[in-house]
Nanobody, 126 residues
């Protein structure tokens, strides 16, 4: 069965860095586009970053561009989100997601993802 397990969240001060990991199993990870989303209390789940199946194409929301970097290791079946210069407004539960379409790019649209992890909490204090 498909599993996506996020890790690496925590409580940090503004300006600090964190690296989130998402370990995948139960599907052919190396052929699927992946994404990271986040949801703050009382807000909709929003797009953060995405990466194509090969890792050759990445995209970011405007709010994190230049601070966050998405990457993947297909041999380890893991996608990462390196988060630098964290701000209090980055506080949220972060979710990774996988597409089912083979050889897919990433996407900024929630509806284009078929599998979701349970999330990891990131809290940034001011």
């Amino acid at each position: 069965q498909v599993q996506l397990v996020e890790s690496g969240g925590g409580l940090v001060q503004a300006g600090a860095s964190l690296r989130l990991s998402c370990a995948a199993s139960g599907f052919t990870f190396s052929t699927k586009g992946m994404g990271w989303f986040r949801q703050a209390p009382g807000k909709e789940r929003e797009y953060v970053a995405s990466i194509s199946w090969s890792g050759s194409s990445t995209n970011y929301s405007e709010s994190v561009k230049g601070r966050f970097t998405i990457s993947r290791d297909n041999a380890k079946k893991t996608v990462y989100l390196q988060m630098n210069s964290l701000k209090p407004e980055d506080t949220a539960v972060y979710y990774c997601a996988a597409r089912r379409i083979i050889f897919s790019d990433g996407s900024s649209l929630r509806r284009e993802y078929d599998y979701w992890g349970q999330g990891t909490q990131v809290t940034v204090s001011s």
